[in-house]
């Protein structure tokens, strides 16, 4: 029993006492959850270690990203002791979070495919329930993710018997498979699909805006925004570049390039038209994981920086936004931004962290998201020495950037500045355990924007890759000096017109007067007006009909199969007699032969 063994059982035995003690579980899930993140210090502190017990090894990667999941559990989990209470089946809420923890544990650390195999199918579990713990409705989206991210792994088993099959071993690594045949091909997608489904890549991706109309913002904060997304892109790297071999403007290489420039695009282009906040929110996770395929796609030393780095920095701003989603929720009692209005200056803490993390999900310096998509853009460029494409995945990048910040100046209107609303009342800030998850996230939106070298760069990125170089300059402390120099000038030119006392007078057109409700502005149609144009309409409409759905689709497809197997077995004798002679003259011939 080392500190590795001790972080995977742990918390799946603590679970236990959850099930068992469900007056204490939030309280025993809290302990467990900071004597996790305490362990997951002195493993990240080690840099490697290794366990006989079950084959686990843990190294710089896999220890850093451990860090992160068990810092996000402590957080959340300090975070529902306010949003979840009066909520039933709380004992099986905190269990499951601490099930989850130790599954993760196990996925990361597992040195082989069979206990990789083994606790990525045990997350499913956890996943499955905690969707539909917040409502019974729920259960239809849990069903969907069960099977959805189920089938993926189903591939990810037969890409795992490919390897098998070309290396007569089931341990990751060390000697990476070229792909340059079929099979290796065959192998990379299956396992990529595993990968895909658990992190929200297109078209794995409908589980997660599905999940976020029932699913209680904590769980989407946990599970979507930032466990999911490390376990997802963990897995996906070490698919590239310890399983098989990426190389630069190859063609798996420009395959995973389409789809991560398809996913920004089309997920973002998704998010400027939902009129729930939690929905908007869930397209916004499927479209920045594309920012991380891209990267890593490039295959090259800084595309794969960017792309690892964007993927923390998504966890962070992710699952800030998702709890500021929370905090609104509870106190408005509602989530459609229709309902919604004015509460920046009932909810001034919760508006601070949720403008400083859609800023950072935006790209908009000198944030954390800033600049892991500036080493992706980066990586893009550099890829245009060898390649003739690189123009549309740095386009892509760049409208997925620009989109997003639209949705948030849609999403931070509806919610916060806009009009007051009168059907969320005059509300008040959350408790501090629900702000203060916001706000140390919020903070390290920003300091993983200005240190962004010293600290998360150096100690969880650059360790796992060998060489890396920059172009350009990027100055973090005079871009900030610059944006609150603009900032200051703003509020300033604002103060000034607010000294001279204006008249107001009642809004009216046409010499009749307006009532306020005919006047009030919410955000909520900002976009609208795009989906009646052009081609866009089409995109629209299909995907309104599920489509795009690969789950609907394959649904569909199965009840169709099903109807003609139950048309073939109709009960009638004759039926039965026909089939009967045909099998028979299908034998003859073949024997004739």
Not at 28 to 53: C, E, H, R
Not at 89 to 101: D, N, Q
């Amino acid at each position: 029993m080392n500190d590795l063994t001790i972080a995977v059982f742990a918390p799946l035995i603590m679970a236990l006492l959850c099930f068992v003690f469900k007056r204490a579980a939030k309280w025993l899930a809290l302990l467990v959850s900071l004597g996790i993140f305490t362990l997951a210090i002195k493993i990240f502190l080690a840099g490697q270690l290794v366990s006989q017990f079950l084959s686990l090894r843990a190294y710089p990667f896999s220890a850093g990203i451990f860090l992160a999941a068990a810092f996000f559990t402590l957080l959340i989990t300090l975070y529902s002791f306010k949003y979840m209470e009066g909520k039933e089946r709380l004992g099986e809420y905190y269990a499951y979070i601490l099930i989850t923890l130790g599954s993760a544990a196990g996925a990361l650390f597992a040195a082989d495919f069979l206990n990789l195999l083994f606790f990525w199918g045990m997350m499913g579990i956890p996943l499955y329930m905690l969707i539909g713990i917040g409502s019974s409705a729920g259960a239809g989206a849990a069903k969907k993710t069960l099977i959805l991210v189920g089938g993926a792994d189903a591939m990810m088993i037969m890409g795992i018997g490919i390897v098998w099959v070309m290396t007569r071993s089931l341990q990751i690594g060390p000697s990476p498979l070229p792909l340059n045949n079929v099979y290796s091909i065959v192998a990379f997608l299956a396992l990529a699909a595993g990968a895909f489904a658990k992190a929200g890549v297109m078209p794995f991706h409908s589980w997660i805006p599905d999940s976020a109309e029932f699913a209680p913002a904590s769980v989407m904060a946990l599970l979507p925004a930032s466990l999911d997304k490390l376990l997802g892109i963990y897995l996906f790297s070490r698919i590239c570049f310890d399983v098989f071999q990426i190389v630069p403007n190859s063609p798996v290489s420009l395959f995973l390039l389409a789809c991560g420039s398809i996913t920004i695009i089309a997920a973002v282009m998704g998010a400027l038209v939902q009129h729930d906040l939690k929905k908007l929110l869930s397209f916004h996770a499927v479209s920045q994981v594309g920012y991380m395929v891209l990267g890593i796609g490039t295959g090259t030393p800084l595309g794969v920086a960017g792309g690892i780095f964007h993927m923390f920095n998504h966890a962070i701003y992710k699952s800030c936004l998702f709890l500021c989603g929370g905090a609104v929720e509870q106190k408005a009692g509602t989530t459609d931004l229709e309902k919604l209005g004015g509460l920046a200056k009932f909810m001034p803490i919760t508006f601070t962290a949720f403008l400083i993390a859609a800023l950072s999900i935006s790209g908009v310096p000198p944030f954390n998201g800033f600049i892991s998509k500036w080493m992706i853009y980066q990586a893009i460029v550099q890829l245009g020495k060898i390649s003739p494409y690189w123009i549309i995945w740095l386009v892509a990048a760049m409208f997925g950037s620009a989109f997003t910040l639209a949705s948030f100046v849609k999403l931070t209107h509806a919610v916060f500045l806009g009009q007051w609303s009168e059907t969320t009342g005059k509300t008040r800030e959350v408790s501090w355990m629900m702000w203060l998850p916001l706000a140390v996230l919020a903070a390290l939106c920003v300091v993983f924007g200005l240190l962004a070298a010293q600290i998360p760069l150096k100690y969880l990125v650059f360790p796992n890759i060998q060489f890396y170089r920059f172009t350009g300059v990027w100055e973090p402390g005079m871009a900030t000096l610059l944006l609150l120099s603009g900032l200051l000038l703003g509020l300033l030119i604002y103060a000034l017109g607010r000294v001279k006392k204006v008249t107001v007078k009642p809004a009216f057109t046409g010499g009749e007067l307006l009532k306020e409700e005919e006047i009030k502005v919410t955000g909520n149609e900002f976009y609208d007006s795009i989906k009646s144009w052009g081609p866009l309409n089409l995109i629209y409409k299909t995907a309104e009909k599920k489509y795009f759905d690969v789950y609907e689709l394959g649904r569909q497809a199965a009840f169709a199969v099903a109807g003609w197997l139950s048309w073939l077995h109709n009960g009638l004798l004759q039926t039965y007699l026909v089939w009967l002679l045909m099998g028979l003259v299908v034998l003859l011939l073949f024997l004739a032969r």
